[in-house]
């Protein structure tokens, strides 16, 4: 029976092309976040090893092409980037040494860069490092990080401390994008020794440095003495250890085996966290799970599209049927315990650039979705296959969606595939339905351009439609909020008629560890940060 309390706000909204049906979205239950405290004025020791459980195995450790979340754990250790973001959200310098400066017509961004500092490789840290960094980010063939820094017409040092990148048009979100991946910079010497394959043994600042990888067990990084804070780095070492199985993951938590467990299950979270040897962190998150459609995606992620002749491919109504029979608000507080809560957008509710436009959700019809499907001449059931993380939370959720869908005339067939195996599955285009989600960042550009704009390098689905284009680009120019978050609602309004992702849930981030450590901190970003952990002060690691 689905729950009763969905609240119906209204019959239908009219969208760009069509009235949607649409449901007020409803959180599953009440939580409150805890990031975690760092190590301050804490009786801690010096040394000792800390094992993480990792859930997933990373991809290659290469800032400018890693797709993974569990990448960005690894890097955060060993990569500083040009800014940060705070436990409260808010982007703060690291290697950067204050917030950029924008010139009168928007299109000249200077960043003061620290100098005086070295990479792990004892090479100078400097503005034309920077430089050497972005340029790789912004121009390598296999670049993941293109679209995340905008139209920049060149970048060059203004001196050993000053970066200036010269935009063709203004691109506001350029600050939040180098608070990520698109921010690390990596040692040009490593960068010539190394080129494509950088990514085997990546040398950046960070309090720690890459030791060694062990495919499909673990990855070792080691504290860097070269470090510019090395009196706050306190471990000598930190083992990720690859264990995708959550069970696995809860049982060693319990055992001290690992003393930090990223990505609970909400299976196991109620338990470990009455665990009175455990500290569970939880935050909100600024990303969210879902599955995309494959429209146009035949020769790659980042290819011109070309059309498929499948009828979710070809008909945008039997896309809104797929939509109408997702019970978003039932399936998330089934499966997940309540923890997670129902999404319908890439637009985090909680972001300053959301508005009731971007908040609204398709109403769950089956009936209707069975209506659509005999309109666009399709027999009943229309049988699909959606490709899934072979984890258990996520195959939990794709069998109930399973059942779900065949409401309203789907059969859905679920292919598990090894989380890694996934991320190429999904740039070839391999599939026909892909359940794969987004961690978030904290500007709506990165949730939105890299995966809806024609050609981008997270638009796995190969969507592409110019009036969504030239929307994000909108969007992009202009810092004033308000006016930003009319327009994401109005790419909201495009994408409820045209459903090229499929939004469903959004997690929270839920991190536990044992108390043998501090100075664990987790973010509404999703990363797990132990760069500046330690062991309590007469605890054994």
């Known amino acids: 029976m689905r729950h009763s309390r969905l609240l119906v706000i209204a019959a239908g909204v009219c969208t760009l092309a069509a009235c949607v049906p649409i449901q007020a979205v409803t959180s599953g239950g009440e939580h409150t976040d805890d990031f975690g405290t760092p190590v301050g004025d804490?009786?801690?020791?010096?040394?000792?090893?800390?094992?993480m459980g990792l859930s997933n195995e990373p991809d290659r450790l290469d800032p400018t092409t890693s797709t993974s979340l569990y990448t960005r754990y690894v890097m955060n250790a060993v990569c500083e980037k040009l800014?940060?973001?705070?436990?409260?959200?808010?982007?703060?310098?690291?290697?950067?040494?204050?917030?950029?400066?924008?010139?009168?017509?928007?299109?000249?961004?200077?960043?003061?860069?620290?100098?005086?500092i070295e990479f792990a490789d004892g090479s100078p840290f400097d503005a034309t490092a920077v430089q050497t960094s972005l340029q790789r980010h912004l121009t390598m063939k296999t670049s993941q990080r293109a679209s995340e820094m905008g139209p920049v017409e060149s970048?060059?040092?203004a001196g050993p401390d000053n970066v200036v990148i010269r935009y063709k048009r203004p691109f506001a979100p350029i600050t939040a994008a180098l608070a990520d991946r698109a921010g690390m910079i990596m040692s040009p010497v490593a960068l010539t020794a190394r080129g494509d394959n950088f990514?085997?043994?990546?040398?950046?600042?960070?309090?720690?440095?890459?030791?060694?990888?062990?495919?499909?067990?673990?990855?070792?990084?080691?504290?860097?003495?070269?470090?510019?804070?090395?009196?706050?780095?306190?471990?000598?070492?930190?083992?990720?250890?690859?264990?995708?199985?959550?069970?696995?993951?809860?049982?060693?938590?319990?055992?001290?085996?690992?003393?930090?467990?990223?990505?609970?299950?909400?299976?196991?979270?109620?338990?470990?966290?009455?665990d009175r040897s455990l500290r569970l962190l939880q935050a909100g998150s600024l990303g969210y799970q879902g599955f995309t459609i494959n429209i146009g995606n035949v020769d790659g992620v980042g290819k011109p599209p070309k059309p498929i002749d499948t009828p979710l491919a070809r008909d945008a109504r039997v896309r809104e049927a797929l939509v109408l029979t997702v019970d978003r608000e039932t399936l998330v507080n089934t499966v997940f315990n309540n923890w997670y809560e129902p999404a319908c957008s890439p637009i985090p509710?909680?972001?300053?650039?959301?508005?009731?436009?971007?908040?609204?959700?398709?109403?769950?019809?089956?009936?209707?979705?069975?209506?659509?499907?005999?309109?666009?001449?399709?027999?009943?059931?229309?049988?699909?296959?959606?490709?899934?993380?072979?984890?258990?939370?996520?195959?939990r959720y794709a069998q109930a969606l399973q059942a779900s869908v065949a409401e309203g005339g789907f059969d859905l067939r679920i292919v598990p595939v090894e989380y890694s195996t996934l991320l190429d599955v999904q740039k070839r285009g391999d599939f026909e339905l892909l359940q794969l989600g987004w961690s978030g960042r904290i500007d709506p550009d990165s949730n939105t351009t890299r995966f809806l704009a024609t050609k981008a390098?997270?638009?796995?689905?190969g969507y592409s439609l110019g009036e969504m284009d030239t929307l994000l680009a909108q969007a992009s120019q202009t810092n004033d909020v308000k006016q930003r978050a009319e327009l994401y609602g109005k790419a909201v309004g495009m994408l409820l008629r045209d459903n090229p992702i499929v939004y469903t849930y959004r997690r929270r981030n839920l991190t536990v560890h044992?108390?043998?450590?501090?100075?664990?901190e987790t973010y509404a970003d999703g990363v797990v940060r132990l760069g500046k952990a330690a062991f309590v002060e007469g605890q054994e690691g």
Request: aromatic share 4%; charged share 20%; hydrophobic share 35%.
């Open 42 to 51: 804490q009786r801690v020791r010096t040394g000792g090893e800390l094992v």
């Open 83 to 116: 800014y940060d973001m705070d436990a409260g959200g808010k982007v703060v310098p690291q290697l950067a040494t204050a917030l950029p400066t924008t010139s009168a017509d928007g299109r000249t961004v200077t960043i003061p860069v620290r100098t005086g």
């Open 155 to 157: 970048i060059t040092a």
């Open 199 to 274: 990514g085997d043994a990546p040398v950046c600042v960070g309090p720690f440095k890459f030791a060694k990888r062990i495919p499909q067990t673990s990855i070792t990084v080691t504290r860097d003495p070269n470090y510019y804070d090395a009196a706050k780095v306190h471990l000598d070492t930190i083992v990720y250890r690859i264990m995708p199985d959550a069970n696995t993951r809860a049982a060693n938590l319990r055992s001290g085996d690992v003393h930090v467990a990223d990505t609970i299950s909400p299976q196991d979270v109620d338990a470990l966290a009455k």
């Open 349 to 395: 509710p909680q972001s300053p650039y959301a508005s009731a436009a971007s908040n609204v959700c398709q109403k769950f019809d089956p009936a209707r979705s069975r209506q659509l499907l005999a309109e666009a001449g399709v027999p009943v059931p229309l049988r699909v296959e959606l490709k899934v993380s072979n984890t258990q939370d996520e195959l």
């Open 457 to 461: 390098a997270s638009n796995v689905g």
């Open 514 to 520: 044992t108390r043998q450590v501090t100075g664990v």
